[in-house]
Each structure stands twice: as C-alpha cells, then as structure tokens.
C-alpha cells in the first residue's frame, strides 16, 4: 500500500492540535492516532486542564459535525439518544435525534451523570447505532465520542461500568502544563484565542479514507504475537486482578496501525506496540491489593511488563 496525501492531513490535524493546546504534543498525536483508528477517547484529569479544548479542537480542524453535553446527574438517556414525539398534524410519532447524532461527541465530565445516562452510550460507542422504541437509527459514518471525566473521589461522581469503559480504545491523562507553556497561556495564549484561529484541514469524506487507509496497513505476524503476549500478561501479574479481554488485542493493533500511518508508514512496527500498550490498556485492567498495598499505578505495573517483554529482534527491555 502507498500512502496517499491523507497521510499529510493526518500530520496537519496534530500540528493544529499543537497549536491549540501549548505543550500537549504527546497527547495530541494519541487523540489524532485513536481518531484514524476509529476508535473512542477518555480523557481523565483535573479541571482546567485543557480536556476539553482540545476536543473541540479536533472537532474544529476535521471540519465535521460536533455536539457536546456536559453531562450532570439530570441528564436523561433520552437527551444524549433522542426519543419518538408525536406529531398531530401527521398522527404518528416522529423520532428526534439526540445529542449523540454527530460526527464527534463530546460527553464532558461523563462520570458526573447517572449510571442508567451513561449507559446510553454503550450502543452507540459499539454499533455506531441507538435504538428507541424498538427502531434503529443509524449515527453518521464517521462517528466518534470523545469522554472526559474527573479523577475518581471526586464528589458528586459516578464510576464508569468496565462494560462501558472496556469501549474506550485508550484512555490518557493532560496533565498540567509546562512552565513556560503555562507562562504563554498566562499572557493570552487561551482556548479563547486560539480556537477561532483554527480552519479545517480535512473533511468527511478525506477522513473515511483515511480510515481505510488504517486498515490496510500490514502488521506482521511476531507484530502480533508481540502484541498477544503482552495483552496475555496483564492476565498472570500478581499485581492485576482483572488482565485485559480480548478486546485489548483488537484495540492495540487498531491503534499501532494508525499510529504508523501517522509517522508515514505502511507497517507496522515493534515501536507502535510499545507506544500504544500503556494508553491502549491502562483503563482495561484492575489492579490487586498488593498493587494497592503498595500504591502502584497501572501505569507503572504495565511499564513494567514492557520491560519484562521479549521485543521482536531485539531482546528484552525498553525500544
């Protein structure tokens, strides 16, 4: 397969996500990276760290649809999801699209709404569909969520099911921001200046391709059996209680492929894997009580089975 110029918007999005949230380069080109995959975001941090900037962001240089709920205990399934009212001049019930019917979805602070409204989501982030009333109504082509939430404790919160968060293909933290980063930001260098300087790279149409793209590109098979024997070992660590599923498989090689179309290449490679594992899974395992015991994040105890992982062709320890 020989990349086409997708691979250039592809570059194009990331630099305008730079832009758009200062010294967020590493967490921008995960966004990106998910995007191309087809897969969903949870982004989980503090307030007022750029979370949902850089969301609408995304939304604004894809040039696509783009709805946002920010989600409160009040919010009822049938407001991210739609509901059938009737109409008295027709005499029959017509369906109104809910929130969710757009390209990006923007579910901000998730983990604040009820578990029956967060549920809501679980077919949509699945089968691309809702169902009401017994009917199925299709959600745009492209259609992506992207959920912030708040680190758990805090009050007024509400934890995601596994079912539900297991639909996420990664989950990442922003983190705060550098010193001279947050100095820019101090000057006038907000959302509130540089949203509105951001202009579409892409559309629709480019990205579906892009899409496709994605999934031609040609993953080997020690790729995978790498990939399969990291996933495997998150289910034989005396520090996880609950490994990852399947699923986890599925996501990493999704991932590792559109992380490789964005660095321009049409394979994958052992480096793609690494860079994927720890936001690919670090939401898909719970952790043992000597984890706890010991106050161990899952980041740390899957950095540690990378290390403990032979690399295709080059032996143990870090790429």
């Not at 894997?273 to 015991?293: D, G, W, Y």
Request: one cysteine or more; a neutral charge; charged letters at 25%.
């Amino acid at each position: 397969m020989s990349l086409t110029n997708g691979h250039e918007q592809a570059k194009a999005l990331t630099k305008g996500l730079f832009k758009a949230v200062l010294g967020k380069e590493k967490e921008a080109v995960l966004l990106v990276t998910a995007f191309l995959a087809g897969g969903h975001v949870l982004i989980e941090d503090v307030p007022g760290v750029g979370k949902t900037t850089l969301a609408s962001a995304l939304a604004r240089l894809s040039g696509l649809d783009y709805n946002r709920v920010q989600f409160t205990p009040d919010v009822t399934p049938s407001d991210i999801t739609g509901f059938n009212m009737f109409d008295k001049r027709s005499g029959e019930f017509v369906f109104r699209h809910g929130a969710v019917n757009a390209d990006i979805f923007l579910g901000d602070e998730i983990n604040r709404a009820s578990p029956k409204t967060q549920s809501a989501l679980l077919e949509c982030m699945n089968e691309g569909t809702v169902t009401v009333d017994g009917e199925m109504h299709a959600l745009p082509k492209v259609f992506t969520v992207i959920a912030t939430q708040n680190p758990m404790g805090f009050v007024g919160t509400y934890p995601l099911p596994e079912a539900q968060v297991d639909r996420f293909c990664m989950r990442f933290s922003m983190g705060y921001p550098t010193f001279e980063a947050e100095m820019r930001i101090a000057a006038g260098m907000t959302h509130e200046n540089t949203l509105p300087t951001l202009t579409p790279v892409t559309d629709r149409e480019s990205l579906a391709a892009m899409r496709e793209e994605v999934k031609q590109v040609s993953v080997d098979e020690e790729i995978y059996k790498y990939a399969v024997t990291l996933i495997t070992a998150t289910r034989n660590n005396k520090y996880i209680a609950l490994g990852a599923s399947p699923r986890g498989s599925v996501m990493i090689v999704r991932l590792a492929k559109a992380y490789a179309y964005l660095q321009g290449r049409d394979y994958v490679l052992p480096e793609d894997i690494h860079a994927m594992f720890v936001p690919c899974i670090n939401h898909r395992i719970t952790l043992s009580q000597e984890a706890k015991r010991q106050f161990l994040t899952a980041e740390q105890v899957l950095e540690a089975i990378l290390k403990e992982t032979d690399i295709p062709r080059r032996g143990k320890g870090r790429i």
